[in-house]
């Protein structure tokens, strides 16, 4: 059974990537193996999984922005 290094983190699904050995890290830029970084990447503050605040933002904290979104449904209505 596999766990995440981090209790607070979700158990890995069956879909999802393991890597048993050790990867460079993704949270700061590293423009000599390609890896953006995630500063500045918007993260779901409610997640647990990879697109959650905290595994995202790897420990250095993150700023909430509440934003209201208008979006076409094309919805009809009988």
């Given at each position: 059974?596999?766990?995440?290094?981090?209790?607070?983190?979700?158990?890995?699904?069956?879909?999802?990537?393991?890597?048993?050995?050790?990867?460079?890290?993704?949270?700061?830029?590293?423009?000599?193996?390609?890896?953006?970084?995630?500063?500045?990447?918007?993260?779901?503050?409610?997640?647990i999984?990879?697109?959650?605040?905290?595994?995202?933002?790897?420990?250095?904290?993150?700023?909430?922005?509440?934003?209201?979104?208008?979006?076409?449904?094309?919805?009809?209505?009988?």
């Amino acid at each position: 059974q596999l766990r995440p290094h981090n209790p607070d983190h979700k158990t890995p699904g069956v879909k999802d990537l393991v890597y048993l050995e050790s990867s460079p890290g993704f949270c700061e830029k590293n423009p000599r193996l390609g890896i953006p970084g995630t500063h500045g990447r918007a993260c779901n503050d409610t997640s647990i999984g990879v697109d959650g605040c905290d595994l995202m933002c790897c420990g250095r904290g993150y700023r909430t922005e509440t934003m209201f979104v208008v979006e076409r449904c094309n919805c009809t209505f009988h």
